[in-house]
Structures are given as C-alpha cells and as structure tokens.
C-alpha cells in the first residue's frame, strides 16, 4: 500500500537558520510529490511539485525541495527561514493510477523563533 | 489558479444537527474533493464530487452521513448529517489547479460539535 511518513512532527528553528523538512514515501506505481503550507486557521496553499525532469525542484517563498527516487525522499529545504515561515508543512503522493489519488503526510509543525 | 470561497468559516453546532458547507470556485471545474482534517492530524478525502454524477466516497464515508451535491461546474456542498462530537474536524473544499495536478484549498471550515 502507499504510504507517506514525514519524519518530524514539530521542527523548532531559529530565524535565518537553515531547515529541512523530510519525507519518505512508498509507492508500487509512479508518483507525483508536492509540499503544502497551512498557516493558521487557513487552507492549504501549494508550496511546490514534482511531476518529472530534474530533481531539484524551486517553489514559492524561498523554498526548494529535492526528489531522490532511490531513496524514495523528498525532502524540504530553505536556507533561511523567517518569523513567517511558521505554520504545517504537508508533503502529499498522487498516485499515477488513472485517477490520481492524493495521499497526505501527518504534517509538520514549523516553530519559526526570533 | 482557481480562487475558491468557502463558508462557513466556522461554526458551533449542537450534536444530532446537521451543517452544510458550501464551496464556490470562481472557474469550472471538472472534479471537486472533500477533505476532513481531524484535530491535530493530516488531511483525509471523504469524497469526490463530479458535476451530474453521485459523488464517490473514500473507505470509511458514507452518502448518508456526508450527502455532497454538485449542481454545476463552479459549486458544491457537503453536509454533515446527525452530528456527534466525533465530526469536529476543519472540512476542506479543493479543486484540481491550472497548472495540472496539485490542487487549491478553501481556506476550512471549523467544525465544533457540542
């Protein structure tokens, strides 16, 4: 079965720190990857996707994520976060099974501190 | 992307009533998607909604006690029938964007049941 684990629940950083966010998933079939961000009392807004060519994929608000297909990772990276950066970080799966699924992480809590 | 408006915001209901959450996409859209996020915990679908068609519930979710309509291409409601404590969860309203797989988010509904 398909499954997303992303491997933090709650990230503590300081601001103008670097963070990674991780995530691991598993899949029998082809993937796309995506990372949401859910500020409070919000919707979920699309951070960036991986649907196919490089790896190394640029979203909005500085952050990037790299898709690593044997390491089954797709983790999310920024070089230096701020004070607004704070909020759950989701990492979800469609699965390319003819109706595109989307599966979600547990999500992870960023603690952005001055 | 699609703009969605969602509402409720939030809402306190007595249990054993039922709540309507509407959901207007400022551009037609093909499939709508429900999703329930308990306190806490990452996003389940309960169902996805096709225009002229029954909606198709996840395992777990059943028509009767989350009727969905799609009358047309830009609107759609779930109903949350006969409350318990239980179904006090943030619902989410979400469609397929613009730029092919990822989806936009209504910004929630807040659902306490008391």
């Known amino acids: 079965a398909q499954s997303v684990t992303q491997l933090d629940s709650q990230v503590p950083v300081f601001e103008e720190a670097p963070v990674e966010l991780r995530c691991n998933y598993s899949s029998s079939v082809s993937v796309y990857l995506f990372w949401y961000v859910q500020y409070p009392n919000q919707g979920l807004q699309l951070l960036l996707k991986y649907l196919s060519g490089s790896t190394l994929v640029k979203g909005i608000n500085g952050f990037e994520a790299e898709f690593n297909k044997s390491q089954t990772s797709f983790h999310l990276r920024k070089p230096s976060v701020h004070i607004s950066d704070t909020a759950e970080y989701f990492c979800a799966v469609s699965l390319n099974t003819g109706g595109f699924k989307t599966i979600f992480g547990a999500g992870t809590r960023l603690f952005v501190k001055a | 992307s699609a703009v969605i408006s969602q509402k409720p915001s939030r809402d306190i209901c007595q249990r054993g009533t039922s709540l309507t959450i509407q959901c207007q996409v400022d551009s037609q859209v093909t499939m709508m998607f429900w999703y329930r996020q308990q306190p806490g915990q990452s996003l389940t679908l309960i169902a996805t909604?096709?225009?002229?068609?029954?909606?198709?519930?996840e395992s777990g979710f059943v028509i009767d006690k989350f009727p969905i309509s799609r009358p047309n291409l830009t609107f759609s409601t779930l109903t949350v029938s006969n409350m318990s404590p239980e179904d006090s969860s943030i619902y989410l309203c979400s469609v397929e964007t613009d730029s092919f797989y990822g989806y936009t988010f209504g910004s929630g509904t807040r659902l306490t049941v008391v």
């Open positions: 909604a096709n225009q002229g068609s029954e909606a198709t519930y």
